[in-house]
């Protein structure tokens, strides 16, 4: 290989920049990376599918030199600090018209300022979310970048070829200006966590409530996951329960401690919902159940103190079954308007310009939450682009109307089991506030004008009053 003549380069060869540099060299392009772990970047050619261009290097000048101009250079480093530490090793070896992508899972604030801060340098900062884990980056994952045209243009073709593909459409599209990449994968995410505490709290029901025991548990998800609600992270979960723990004789799932970790972009999702503001409850509710989970030794101090009973189901089992799949159907749908109508906010509050139509259909394939829902909110938002909420579109309304009995019904039957449920009892709560026309919202702003003189408007005239009550 001759100087300057690699298509792409990748600073940070863990799992994922490895993935995915493998992936663009599948793909025919010549790729070189670099990692200040020397084992990460010798072994790196090792991987690579037979026939194609890959080399490892072990200075950052080194890969910076051997790359076509402009200069495509992504970053897979940990989110923080790093990054800006990385911008600046960079920083003498580019120069003008050069990308730099930063692919991790940055906060949206943070990539702004780098924009901001490279822009003065005429250096293109792409941020860019990446959906699909390690197996998604070799094969195909969902491709969220955002930020300046230009740099999108060039980096077309190649985000086009490493994409996963649904109906032969790339998984991959320019999100929007600014830090839009990295806005939509944050709120992927918050989508992310809401789906994953409502299908842990329907498990808990199966398993606490109504006993199912792995292998039953295992069928319960195949079977949902081959009909309408089809989905990678059912698929994944109904896989799950049959994983034998090679250290025990049992399963995985039951030797796993129940403290859920989290790296914060499902906090994020909620802190900047709020700052909007748009309502995401079930997102919020995602958040909290996690933090409870840390909780471990006040939980069992608790539980000692007020003995918790589970009340078992043991009557009509097939009706209950067929009401969490409609309930859970419901509550997924639920998650996704909340995370959608926070996008539809966000892109003119905050300047984005995101097309709702691109995220929901590069969303149908290679990432976390992808669905067969989104096939059906891809045709709502060709419809109506500016739709402010998914559960405005006819469609989605005639589905919800059929499967929201099956919602109000689990909730119930979870709180009178003793199974928290707080996902699912937001979503329908989301839902009953989202469609009633008046709210108690009235007596809340009679008590903020009582107690403070805050004012309120009127059902019958304009303007701001205040009583003396
Ligand atoms: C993805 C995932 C990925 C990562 C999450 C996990 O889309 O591929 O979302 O980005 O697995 O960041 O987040 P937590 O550690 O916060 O659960």
């Known amino acids: 290989m001759e100087t300057s003549s690699f298509d792409f380069g990748m600073i940070g060869l863990g799992v994922m920049g490895r993935n995915l540099l493998l992936n663009m060299a599948d793909h025919g392009f010549s790729v070189i990376g670099f990692d200040k772990d020397l084992s990460k970047a010798t072994s790196l050619e090792s991987f690579a599918s037979p026939g194609t261009t890959v080399k490892g290097v072990s200075t950052l000048s080194e890969m910076v030199k051997q790359l076509k101009r402009p200069r495509k250079i992504m970053m897979l480093v940990p989110a923080g600090p790093i990054v800006d530490y990385v911008i600046n090793d960079l920083l003498p070896l580019v120069e003008e018209n050069d990308i730099i992508i930063d692919g991790g899972n940055s906060h949206y604030t943070d990539t702004l300022n780098r924009i901001k801060f490279l822009e003065d340098k005429k250096i293109h900062f792409v941020g860019m979310g990446v959906s699909g884990g390690e197996h998604g980056a070799r094969t195909g994952p969902s491709i969220m970048p955002g930020g300046d045209v230009e740099a ?267 199974i928290p449920a707080a996902g699912l009892a937001s979503a329908l709560s989301y839902f009953d506030a989202y469609c009633s026309e008046n709210l108690p919202t009235n007596l809340i702003q009679a008590q903020r004008d009582y107690f403070g003189a805050h004012t309120y408007q009127r059902i019958d005239q304009e303007g701001n009053f205040h009583t003396e009550w």
Not at 242 to 252: C, E, M, P, T, V
Not at 267 to 296: E, F, G, H
């Open 152 to 418: 999108w243009k060039e980096l077309k073709q190649i985000l086009e070829a490493i994409s996963a593909k649904v109906n032969n459409e790339p998984c991959v599209a320019y999100m929007g200006k600014n830090a839009a990449g990295h806005y939509v994968k944050m709120v992927h995410n918050g989508i992310e966590y809401a789906i994953m505490q409502l299908i842990s709290e329907v498990y808990d029901v199966l398993k606490r409530s109504m006993g199912l025991n792995n292998d039953e548990l295992h069928e319960v998800f195949k079977k949902w996951n081959e009909g309408e609600m089809n989905s990678f992270l059912l698929e994944i979960t109904s896989g799950i329960f049959l994983k034998k723990d090679d250290q025990s004789n049992k399963r995985l799932v039951d030797m796993i401690l129940d403290k859920a970790g989290s790296k914060g972009t499902g906090k994020w999702t909620s802190q900047d919902a709020m700052n909007l503001p748009v309502p995401v409850p079930t997102i919020d509710m995602a958040v909290a159940m996690r933090d409870i989970s840390v909780y471990k030794d006040e939980r069992v101090n608790a539980s000692t103190l007020y003995n918790p009973k589970i009340k078992p189901i043991t009557k009509n089992k097939e009706k209950i079954l067929q009401q969490l799949h409609d309930g859970l159907y419901a509550a997924t749908i639920l998650c996704y308007a909340q995370g959608l109508a926070m996008l539809h906010k966000a892109s003119s509050e905050l300047n984005m310009d995101i097309s709702l139509k691109d995220v929901v259909r590069i969303w149908r394939g290679g990432c976390i939450i992808r669905s067969s829902l989104l096939e059906m909110f891809t045709t709502a938002f060709k419809k109506n682009s500016q739709l402010p909420n998914i559960l405005l579109n006819k469609k989605v309304a005639s589905l919800i109307k059929k499967k929201i009995p099956a919602l109000r019904k689990i909730v119930s039957l979870s709180t009178a089991s003793r």
